[in-house]
């Protein structure tokens, strides 16, 4: 059974930073593709991040790019998100899901929210 289990959520102030971790379980993490994907309050499932089960070559979307970093330890079964120069509109909640892109069987996810 696929299990993802994502953490380190939060409360942080604009400007703050955040690192969420995903555990992963069920399936061999190493050779799929992993991705971080969120739900703002009222709005549409947005994705946000990908990376190849080799760890490089990593997408962002406009919106994080240049502020947020996708990796993963393929031997400890685990995907991260650090979120730098956090923003009010990244407050979300974040779930990581197994592949690339929107699809993917996703976790429970973690909720973030940026405010003053």
């Known amino acids: 059974e696929v299990q993802l289990v994502e953490s380190g959520g939060g409360l942080v102030q604009p400007g703050g930073s955040l690192r969420l971790s995903c555990a992963a379980s069920g399936f061999t993490f190493s050779i799929y593709a992993m991705s971080w994907v969120r739900q703002a309050p009222g709005k549409g499932l947005e994705w946000v991040s990908s990376?190849?089960?080799?760890?490089?070559?990593?997408k962002y979307a406009d919106s994080v790019k240049g502020r947020f970093t996708i990796s993963r330890d393929n031997a400890k079964n685990t995907l991260y998100l650090q979120m730098n120069s956090l923003k009010p509109e990244d407050t979300a909640v974040y779930y990581c899901?197994?592949?690339w892109g929107l699809g993917g069987t996703r976790g429970q996810g973690t909720q973030v929210t940026v405010s003053s």
């Open positions: 990376i190849i089960g080799g760890g490089v070559i990593p």
């Open positions: 899901a197994r592949g």
